[in-house]
C-alpha cells in the first residue's frame, strides 16, 4: 500500500522525531532535556511543513517556535535550578491532559484520516486541495480586505497590547 | 552526451542517467555530492580563515603572526588541528553528557546550513529557497540554542554566565539585523537569494539603502561576536566564557563555528547589498562570478579582522545600550521610510521597468537616497538627545546647585534652536 520513496523515508523520520520528542517532553524528569525535546518535536514539524511544500511555515516554526519560545523556556528554566531534577512526572491535572488528548486523537482519527484511509477510503492518492500556495499568495492574503486582513489585524493589536502590559507589569512604580 | 556533461558542476544528474544510470538513483546522487561540496567548502576554508586572521592581526601588533609551518605559515593551522585532535577529551564532572556532546556539533551546524541558500554563480547555489532570507534569520537562531546548550551542560557558573550574555546580546542584535534585511527584500519584491542578486544586476542595494547596509553590518558584527562586541569571550571577567569547559577538537569545532560565522555573515552582506556575483560578464562565465563574489567577500572580511585587533571592547550595558535605544528604532523608522519612499517611487512611474538596467534604476536610487537621508537625520537627532541627556546628568551629579542652572541653559538653548 505504502510504497518507499525518498519523500516516505523523509516523512517517516520528521514523524518520528516530532512524537519521539513530544515523548521525550512528557516523560523527562530534568525540565531542560524536556525543553530540549520539545525543540525536537518543533524541528519534527517544521520538517513535515517543507514536506507539505509550506516552507514558510517551516522557516517561521524555527524562527518563532525554537529560536524564541524554547528558548526562552530553556531561559525560564535555568534560571530556576530546583527545577531540573523533579521527582515524579505526574502533577494532579494529569487525567485532564490525558482526556484532552485522547479527545483530540479521537477528532483527528475521525475527521482527517478516516476519510482517506477509512472503508470509503478510494480517495487516499487525491492531493487535498489543487491551489498550491506560495509566500506571495500568502502575503497577500494577510492584507487582503477580502481575505484575513481583519484576523491579522486583531491577532497584531492583540500582541502589541500583551507587549504593553507585560512592560507595565515589569516597570518599577515610581 | 557530450553537450549534457559539459558544465558537470549544474547538470550531474542528467549527464549520469545518459550514461545508464537509474535516474532517481542518479538525481539523489548529484544532490548528496552536492550537498558534501558545499558543506566542506566552508569547513576547508575555515582553515585559510584562521591564518588570514592571525596574519593581520599580528601586523596590527607589529608582529609577524604564523611563519614557520609551510610557505607563510600556511598550514599552521593544519598543524593546530593536529593537536587539538590528539588532545585529552575532558568532560567535566556533572556535565550533561549528551547535551554537552551535541553543543559543538549544532554551533557548526548553524553556520555550515546558512550556505545552502548563498548564491555562488548565476547558476549555482545549493538550494534557491522562495524565503532564503527567513530561511537565514531561521537558521541562524538555531546557533543561540547551541551557545545555550553548551553553558549549560558544562555546569560551571561562568560557562553559564557567560550563555547568558551571549543569549541576550544575540536575541537583541537580532531585532535590527532583521528590520535591516527587509529593506532588501522590499526593494527587490523577493526572499529568495538568486532573486536578490539578479534584482542587484543594475543597482547594488548598499547606493539604494545605505544605511540599511550599515545596520546590517553593526549588527551582523555583534551577531557574530566580534569586536567590539566580543563580550562573548570577556577574559577578564568570564575566564573564558560559554566554552570554558571544551577541550580538543569539541573547543575546536567552537573555534572554527566562530571563524565561519564571521566569514559568513560577510558573505550574507555581500548577496544583500553588494549584488553577490554580479560583475562584468558574471552571467555569461558563471565561474567568474564566483570570483567576484569571493572577492568582495575577502575585501569586507579584511576591515573586520583589522578592527577586530584594533577596537576595545564595550560595557554590556553600553552594548544594550546601543542596541535598544539607537539601532532598533533607527533601524523601524528606517524600514517606515523606506517603505513610504518605495510606495511614492511606484506612485511617480520611477520604479525601474527592467531592474538589471543600470540608467532605469537611477530615479528610483534618488528617491530612495533621500529616503535614507531623512533616516540619517532621525538617527543624529537620536544621538544629539542622549548625549544632551548625559551632559546633564553628569553636569548635576558634579554640582548639585549647577543643575538647575545647567537646565535652564539647556532650555534657553532650545528655545534658541527653535
Known sequence: MLEITPNTIAFLVFALLSVGGALGVVVSTNLIHGALFLIVSLFGGAGLFVLLAAPFMAAVQILVYIGAIAILIIFAVMLTRSMTSLSEIFNRQWWISAIVAVVMLGLLLVGAILPVWGPSGTNAMLPVSDAVGTTVDLGIALVDGNQFVLPFEVASLLLTAAMIGAIVIARDNE | ?418
Not at chain 2, 168 to 174: K, R
Request: aromatic share 10%.
Open chain 2, 1 to 418: 552526451m557530450e553537450a549534457v556533461c559539459e558544465n558537470i558542476f549544474s547538470t550531474l544528474a542528467p549527464c549520469l542517467t545518459s550514461s545508464g544510470w537509474d535516474p532517481s538513483l542518479a538525481q539523489f546522487v548529484s544532490i548528496l555530492l552536492g550537498v558534501l561540496l558545499i558543506t566542506t567548502f566552508p569547513l576547508l576554508l575555515a582553515l585559510l580563515l584562521i591564518w588570514a586572521e592571525r596574519k593581520v592581526a599580528a601586523r596590527v601588533q607589529d608582529r609577524l603572526g604564523p611563519n614557520r609551518v609551510g610557505p607563510f605559515g600556511l598550514l599552521q593551522n593544519i598543524a593546530d588541528a593536529l593537536k587539538l585532535i590528539t588532545k585529552e577529551d575532558i568532560t567535566p564532572a556533572g556535565a550533561d553528557r549528551i547535551v554537552y556532546n551535541m553543543a559543538p556539533v549544532i554551533a557548526v551546524l548553524s553556520v555550515i546550513l546558512i550556505w545552502a541558500v548563498v548564491p555562488f554563480t548565476s547558476t549555482n547555489i545549493g538550494a534557491d529557497l522562495d524565503i532564503g532570507v527567513l530561511y537565514f534569520v531561521a537558521i541562524s537562531s538555531i546557533g543561540t540554542l547551541a551557545i545555550m546548550m553548551a553553558g549549560w551542560s558544562s555546569n560551571n557558573k561562568y560557562a553559564l554566565l557567560g550563555s547568558f550574555r551571549v543569549v541576550a546580546q544575540l536575541v537583541s542584535y537580532e531585532v535590527p539585523m532583521v528590520l535591516a534585511l527587509l529593506v532588501p527584500v522590499m526593494i527587490a519584491g523577493t526572499m529568495s537569494m538568486q532573486g536578490l542578486a539578479v534584482h542587484q544586476l543594475g543597482m547594488w542595494f548598499i547606493f539604494t539603502a545605505p544605511v540599511s547596509a550599515i545596520i546590517f553590518y553593526v549588527s551582523n558584527l555583534a551577531e557574530t561576536g566580534r569586536a567590539p562586541f566580543d563580550l562573548i569571550e570577556a577574559e577578564s571577567e568570564l575566564v573564558a566564557g560559554y566554552n570554558i569547559e571544551y577541550s580538543g577538537m569539541k573547543f575546536g569545532l567552537f573555534m572554527v563555528n566562530e571563524f565561519i560565522h564571521a566569514f559568513t555573515a560577510n558573505a550574507l552582506f555581500t548577496v544583500l547589498f553588494l549584488g553577490a556575483w554580479a560583475g562584468p560578464f558574471a552571467t555569461e562565465v558563471p565561474i567568474l562570478g564566483f570570483v567576484y563574489f569571493m572577492v568582495k567577500t575577502a575585501l569586507l572580511y579584511v576591515p573586520s579582522l583589522i578592527l577586530r585587533a584594533t577596537v576595545p571592547r564595550v560595557r554590556i550595558d553600553q552594548m544594550m545600550a546601543f542596541n535598544w535605544k539607537f539601532l532598533v528604532p533607527v533601524s523601524v523608522v528606517n524600514v517606515l521610510v523606506i517603505a513610504l519612499a518605495l510606495k511614492i517611487a511606484q506612485g511617480l512611474g520611477l520604479t525601474p521597468e527592467n531592474a538589471t538596467d543600470f540608467v532605469s534604476n537611477i530615479p528610483q536610487t534618488i528617491v530612495l537616497l533621500i529616503a535614507n537621508l531623512v533616516v540619517v537625520v532621525f538617527a543624529l537627532t537620536l544621538v544629539r538627545g542622549s548625549v544632551r541627556k548625559e551632559r546633564l546628568m553628569t553636569s548635576g551629579k558634579r554640582a548639585e546647585p549647577a543643575a538647575g542652572d545647567a537646565e535652564q541653559k539647556a532650555l534657553a538653548a532650545t528655545v534658541a534652536g527653535h
